[in-house]
Protein backbone atom coordinates (compact mmCIF):
# COMPACT_ATOMS: atom_id res chain seq x y z
CA UNK A 1 0.00 0.00 0.00
CA UNK A 2 2.57 2.29 0.66
CA UNK A 3 4.33 1.60 -2.30
CA UNK A 4 1.09 2.31 -4.51
CA UNK A 5 0.85 5.48 -2.13
CA UNK A 6 4.10 6.71 -3.33
CA UNK A 7 3.97 5.61 -6.86
CA UNK A 8 0.85 8.14 -7.09
CA UNK A 9 2.29 10.75 -5.41
CA UNK A 10 5.01 10.84 -7.47
CA UNK A 11 3.16 10.40 -10.77
CA UNK A 12 1.01 13.42 -9.55
CA UNK A 13 4.10 15.47 -8.94
CA UNK A 14 5.54 15.06 -12.43
CA UNK A 15 2.13 16.20 -13.88
CA UNK A 16 2.15 19.35 -11.92
CA UNK A 17 6.23 19.81 -13.00
CA UNK A 18 4.41 19.81 -17.16
CA UNK A 19 2.01 21.91 -16.53
CA UNK A 20 2.37 25.47 -18.02
CA UNK A 21 0.89 28.43 -16.22
CA UNK A 22 -1.35 30.64 -18.35
CA UNK A 23 1.55 33.53 -16.95
CA UNK A 24 4.77 31.94 -18.29
CA UNK A 25 3.15 30.63 -22.09
CA UNK A 26 5.20 34.36 -23.37
CA UNK A 27 8.17 33.25 -21.89
CA UNK A 28 7.95 29.84 -23.33
CA UNK A 29 6.78 31.37 -26.75
CA UNK A 30 9.81 33.35 -26.51
CA UNK A 31 12.49 30.47 -25.83
CA UNK A 32 10.77 28.27 -28.50
CA UNK A 33 10.79 30.73 -31.31
CA UNK A 34 14.44 31.26 -30.79
CA UNK A 35 14.82 27.45 -31.31
CA UNK A 36 12.92 27.20 -34.27
CA UNK A 37 12.37 28.58 -38.19
CA UNK A 38 8.94 28.99 -38.23
CA UNK A 39 7.36 32.05 -36.00
CA UNK A 40 5.29 30.42 -33.34
CA UNK A 41 2.15 32.48 -34.67
CA UNK A 42 2.47 31.26 -38.06
CA UNK A 43 2.37 27.35 -36.65
CA UNK A 44 -1.83 26.97 -37.97
CA UNK A 45 -3.71 24.96 -36.11
CA UNK A 46 -6.96 23.14 -38.19
CA UNK A 47 -8.98 21.26 -36.66
CA UNK A 48 -9.80 19.21 -39.89
CA UNK A 49 -7.20 16.43 -40.85
CA UNK A 50 -5.69 18.20 -44.08
CA UNK A 51 -3.60 21.44 -44.62
CA UNK A 52 -1.18 22.41 -47.39
CA UNK A 53 -4.03 20.20 -49.83
CA UNK A 54 -2.50 17.62 -48.52
CA UNK A 55 1.33 18.50 -49.40
CA UNK A 56 2.45 17.44 -45.59
CA UNK A 57 4.73 14.59 -44.14
CA UNK A 58 3.37 13.74 -40.32
CA UNK A 59 5.53 14.27 -37.06
CA UNK A 60 3.50 12.52 -34.45
CA UNK A 61 1.33 13.59 -31.84
CA UNK A 62 1.82 16.20 -29.69
CA UNK A 63 -0.33 16.99 -27.02
CA UNK A 64 -0.33 20.64 -23.94
CA UNK A 65 -1.94 21.57 -21.54
CA UNK A 66 -2.10 25.03 -19.37
CA UNK A 67 -3.87 24.99 -16.07
CA UNK A 68 -4.13 27.46 -13.12
CA UNK A 69 -1.24 26.43 -10.02
CA UNK A 70 -3.86 27.75 -7.58
CA UNK A 71 -7.08 29.18 -7.45
CA UNK A 72 -6.62 32.47 -7.41
CA UNK A 73 -4.20 31.50 -10.58
CA UNK A 74 -5.39 33.22 -13.91
CA UNK A 75 -7.96 30.53 -15.83
CA UNK A 76 -6.55 29.34 -18.68
CA UNK A 77 -8.15 30.54 -22.27
CA UNK A 78 -8.02 28.99 -25.35
CA UNK A 79 -5.87 31.18 -26.99
CA UNK A 80 -3.10 30.30 -23.92
CA UNK A 81 -4.23 26.51 -25.39
CA UNK A 82 -3.30 27.25 -28.55
CA UNK A 83 -0.05 29.11 -27.66
CA UNK A 84 1.15 26.00 -25.44
CA UNK A 85 0.63 23.47 -28.66
CA UNK A 86 2.28 25.58 -30.93
CA UNK A 87 4.97 25.70 -28.80
CA UNK A 88 4.90 21.66 -28.13
CA UNK A 89 4.39 21.89 -32.35
CA UNK A 90 7.88 23.90 -32.75
CA UNK A 91 9.78 21.90 -30.46
CA UNK A 92 9.16 18.60 -33.35
CA UNK A 93 10.16 21.00 -35.95
CA UNK A 94 6.28 21.20 -37.50
CA UNK A 95 4.22 23.93 -39.65
CA UNK A 96 0.86 23.22 -38.67
CA UNK A 97 -1.13 20.72 -36.30
CA UNK A 98 -4.42 18.66 -38.17
CA UNK A 99 -6.95 17.57 -36.01
CA UNK A 100 -6.40 19.89 -33.03
CA UNK A 101 -8.76 19.70 -30.46
CA UNK A 102 -8.64 21.77 -26.97
CA UNK A 103 -10.92 20.72 -24.05
CA UNK A 104 -13.32 23.06 -22.24
CA UNK A 105 -11.25 23.78 -18.32
CA UNK A 106 -11.53 21.26 -16.36
CA UNK A 107 -9.99 20.28 -12.82
CA UNK A 108 -6.74 18.03 -13.63
CA UNK A 109 -4.54 16.43 -11.34
CA UNK A 110 -2.91 19.16 -8.61
CA UNK A 111 -4.81 22.08 -10.73
CA UNK A 112 -7.77 23.77 -10.21
CA UNK A 113 -8.55 24.29 -13.58
CA UNK A 114 -6.42 23.96 -16.77
CA UNK A 115 -7.34 22.81 -21.01
CA UNK A 116 -5.70 20.13 -22.72
CA UNK A 117 -5.00 20.44 -26.19
CA UNK A 118 -3.91 17.97 -29.12
CA UNK A 119 -3.34 16.92 -32.25
CA UNK A 120 -1.00 15.70 -35.03
CA UNK A 121 1.89 17.49 -35.99
CA UNK A 122 2.80 18.02 -39.71
CA UNK A 123 5.68 19.31 -41.48
CA UNK A 124 4.88 21.07 -45.00
CA UNK A 125 6.87 19.06 -48.21
Known amino acids: MKKLFAIVALSALAACDTMTAPADIGTKAAEAQAATTTPINQIQLVSGNTVNNGNFTVIGEVKADVGKKTAFGKTPTVEDAQTNLRIKAAGVGADAVINTQIS ?15 GTAVKFN
Open 104 to 118: DVTICALSWGCRVVS
